[in-house]
């Protein structure tokens, strides 16, 4: 018999352990170990069975437990020093508080993202983007950075995963109640739900109600459609993660982006917590905060809509994580014109400034679809990928939106993602390190980074290092076969059929690991590319090798999932099914043994398809090397001695199944040659020295680099500070001017033109002396502009064959006099030959005002005839 209305009755606690409530709905418990403990001790069987969840196990303790706990005067004691622990960590001063001149960082940032992995016990997330918005946050609290969180609550997550008989994936979606999970509903004074509305097509209405989960210092608002005074479609906006056809994701992206900007409001008007001055949008889905905005700007009468969009952009910062065009959100433009026009429309805001936004007016675009990473990009000041490697793409990828630029001056920073240490950190090596470099240290390597405070790690013994290491792999041994067995009793099997699975894998063997979403460019089934050959490896007679596998394939993806089932029909094979899994149902609970005990991570994306791959970060920072292609964060990290290189065959002349068949023998090189018989190279003493040597400079090396805590860091400094600095900087007239001077330049562009270009005579010979100097004169049509509108560069550098410019330098060249009887300008300026071989130059114009983030901003540029490809004024 079915109920006919499902809700949570809470446990009422005793007056004494009121606290722990306190410490249940704080988040940080996720990353505290000594909170954590106190709750186990609670009722350790209780704690294991609700998965670890605070919330969960305070609802089921039994009355006794309680009322026993609330007598125990040590328990009480350790139940006080944690709640002070939490309101000091709450309240105190932290880095952000000293790291910038009083009143240089922003007093607080937005923070948009479409999901956030914060704990398992908040199932919020699918994959990389939601564990690095959630890791985003926590470190963000623990440097003290002002930031609030928002994203939508999913009432089914994402989904949970299963195999039938055969392999196949199969989802449940369970619904999630907010009664059972760490959050509390946003409440009017008067004690009602807090609700934003959005209006749609045809009359109707999207009404939303704000849940606030307390990650640390931050605020973590999710949206929720779920209401009944919703439709049954507007109710099911925010049903599940990454689901739904066109005009659903739509509706959840204007949710997010639209009525988010509106719960930070009512939040801030509820709490009293500063305003945000600095908008982050995490991926193209939020980028609709900006179109809201710019409606609050001009409702206040303050801006017209070109003034309002320059003030909105310069507080913005967009970061891409899309390393391919197919990845990014493309809306029809006629449902998104439906969404922003007649009775949906937003006051002030025209549909076709909107659509505008989003349109893709470069050469190979479809002008009838509406990009959102394109709004995100134009609604931005500033931009970023998320590693060294992924910002070169990027710059690739969007540079049609800055025409005339080389793609190394596109404007799209990078900043390599971090992964937040004490969630990820397994507490035996943290112990270890405390050991040698003390708690205290070690906490701050954790959060705050930087290579002096992991400086001492060095000093660990091998012993100790192979001792943790082997006692982390024996706890992913048993809890691999544990899952594994829960897996099959869901595939139908019973436990008379299972006795195989108690000697599923072995503590002592080499053990490598292999855990992410399944789209195709992730490559899961590449380990099968030669089936006998890694039979041979993984039953080796005296250097065996063991895989565990997990990930999941969207719903949506059938090719994914034939890509899960071939793997989990080679693991079936009875010849070698103690030596690989595949573990379904990967989450974050998975991953946190998954990481520590794993000796190597497996990472072969096709390059450069991995946009970062943090998953290999938290490997490290528990002593498992790398075996990668050299994609995302390994690219720029790799340095020989903390991990493997997998050669990429990614040059012309290859296709995909050639590509496919060299990577795969590549890799198996590397496991047969080199990974095991690093790994099983032993000494008189029976230990792996030269392992331990590379486990020891992957956690001194690659710690500090890798950490969430460096990545804010970043943040704060490079975007986050001087986007605060921007938004200021047009407070008042500011906008508006800025907005007129940007309307006369892109009106007089067409007339500005180099006209001439005269060097001495030196630049007249084939060859020129190295430490000589070019004096060049040029003549500039303004089309009507003032000189200090514009800036002249002199561009110079080496030149390939086809004399086009590499590796180039600029210079500016000074207005000399005024301009002459036809309107033109000239400037001078004295060119170094500073390089030898073959060597040009060019000169270009471009506009100029001290409130542009980047000269190539305005997209704008001027170059002489001869100069379309940056190759003119060539000396050999």
Not at 49 to 78: I, Q, S
Not at 105 to 110: L, R
Not at 148 to 171: K, N, P
Not at 610 to 624: D, F, H, I, P
């Amino acid at each position: 018999m079915k109920a006919i209305r499902r809700f949570t009755v809470r446990t009422v606690l005793p007056e004494q352990l009121q606290p722990l409530h306190e410490l249940a709905l704080n988040l940080r418990w996720s990353w505290h170990p000594e909170t954590r403990e106190l709750f186990r001790s609670v009722e350790p069987g209780v704690w294991e069975a609700v998965g670890e969840d605070p919330v969960r196990l305070l609802g089921e303790v039994p009355a006794a437990r309680l009322a026993a706990l609330a007598a125990d005067r040590r328990f009480l004691r350790r139940l006080g020093d944690l709640t002070d622990d939490l309101h000091d960590y709450l309240s105190g001063p932290r880095w952000y508080q000293s790291a910038l001149p009083a009143g240089e960082g922003p007093a607080a940032i937005a923070y948009f993202s479409p999901e956030y992995g914060i704990a398992a016990a908040l199932p919020q997330y699918s994959g990389g983007l939601g564990i690095l918005a959630g890791d985003h946050l926590k470190a963000a609290s623990d440097l003290g950075v002002p930031l609030i969180g928002v994203g939508l609550f999913y009432r089914h997550g994402y989904f949970r995963q299963s195999l039938a008989r055969d392999g196949w994936q199969q989802e449940r979606y369970p619904v999630l109640d907010p009664d059972e999970l760490a959050v509390t509903l946003l409440r009017e004074a008067d004690g009602t739900a807090c609700r934003v509305e959005l209006a749609l097509p045809g009359g109707r209405t999207l009404a939303a109600q704000i849940w606030k989960a307390q990650v640390g210092r931050v605020p973590l608002l999710l949206l929720d459609s779920d209401l009944e005074a919703n439709a049954t479609t507007e109710r099911d906006v925010t049903d599940r993660l990454y689901g739904g056809g066109s005009e659903h994701r739509l509706l959840q992206e204007m949710l997010l982006g639209i009525g988010g900007v509106r719960a930070v409001r009512a939040f801030c008007r509820l709490t009293g917590h500063p305003e945000p001055e600095v908008f982050h949008t995490n991926e193209g889905h939020a980028g609709f905060l900006g179109i809201e905005r710019i409606r609050e700007l001009v409702a206040s009468a303050s801006a017209d809509f070109s003034s309002a969009l320059e003030a909105v952009r310069a507080g913005t910062l967009f970061t891409t994580h899309t390393p391919v065009p197919a990845g990014i959100d493309r809306f029809d433009r006629e449902l998104v014109a439906r969404h922003f026009s007649g009775d949906a429309a937003l006051r002030g805001v025209p549909v076709d400034q909107v659509l505008g936004l989003g349109l893709e007016n470069w050469p190979g675009g479809d002008p009838k679809l509406f990009n959102m990473a394109a709004m995100g990009l134009r609604l931005a000041q500033r931009a970023n990928g998320v590693s060294t490697l992924h910002g070169e793409v990027s710059r690739t990828m969007f540079g049609a939106l800055w025409p005339g630029f080389d793609t190394g001056e596109v404007p799209i920073t990078s900043i390599t993602n971090g992964v937040h240490a004490p969630t990820w950190i397994d507490p035996a090596v943290v112990r270890l390190g405390a050991a040698e470099i003390g708690a205290d240290r070690a906490e701050s390597a954790m959060s705050v980074g930087g290579a002096e405070r992991w400086s001492g790690v060095e000093q660990i013994g091998d012993g100790e290092i192979w001792g943790v290491r082997r006692a982390l792999r024996a706890q992913l041994v048993e809890e691999a076969r544990r899952r594994l067995r829960a897996s099959w009793r869901q595939r139908g099997a019973g436990d008379a059929e299972l006795g195989w699975t108690d000697a599923v894998l072995d503590p002592d063997v080499l053990t490598i690991g292999f855990a992410r979403r399944v789209p195709s460019y992730k490559r899961l089934t590449l380990m099968l590319r030669d089936q006998e050959r890694l039979r041979a490896l993984l039953l080796h007679p005296t250097r065996p090798v063991q895989i565990v596998v997990a990930g999941k394939a969207h719903p949506a993806d059938d090719g994914g999932k034939r890509l899960i089932q071939q793997l989990v029909a080679f693991a079936d094979d009875p010849v070698v099914r103690h030596r690989i899994v595949f573990l379904p149902d990967y989450d974050m609970a998975m991953a946190k043994h998954l990481y520590p005990g794993c000796d190597v991570w497996l990472n072969n994306p096709l390059r450069p398809l991995e946009a970062c791959g943090t998953s290999g970060m938290k490997a490290a920072l528990n002593g498992c090397l790398n075996l990668s292609v050299l994609d995302g964060w390994w690219e720029e990290w790799y340095d020989g001695r903390n991990g493997w290189a997998i050669p990429t065959a990614d040059g012309p002349g290859f296709d995909e199944d050639q590509r496919d068949d060299i990577e795969a023998a590549a890799l198996y090189d590397l496991i047969e040659h080199q990974v095991a018989g690093a790994y099983y190279d032993r000494g008189a003493d029976g230990l792996p020295h030269r392992w331990i040597a590379m486990v020891r400079h992957t956690l001194v090396t690659l710690g500090p680099k890798v950490l969430a805590g460096r990545m804010v860091r970043e943040y704060v400094e490079r975007l986050y500070a001087p986007a605060a600095l921007a938004q200021r900087g047009l407070a008042g007239e500011g906008a508006r001017l800025l907005a007129l001077w940007k309307a006369k330049v892109r009106a007089a562009w067409p007339a500005v033109r180099v006209e001439h270009v005269d060097a001495s005579a030196a630049a007249e010979a084939e060859a020129a002396e190295l430490g000589s100097a070019l004096a060049l004169r040029v003549q500039v049509a303004l089309g009507g502009l003032a000189p200090e509108d514009v800036e002249v560069q002199a561009v110079s550098g080496t030149v390939d064959e086809s004399d086009r410019i590499r590796e180039a330098e600029t210079q500016t060249l000074k207005p000399v006099g005024g301009p002459d009887l036809n309107g033109c300008q000239r400037y001078e300026g004295t060119l170094e030959l500073s390089r030898t071989g073959p060597f040009g130059y060019t000169v270009r114009v471009l506009p100029s005002h001290p409130l542009l983030a980047s000269p190539a901003e305005l997209g704008l540029v001027a170059l002489p005839p001869e100069s379309a490809g940056m190759d003119a004024g060539v000396l050999r």
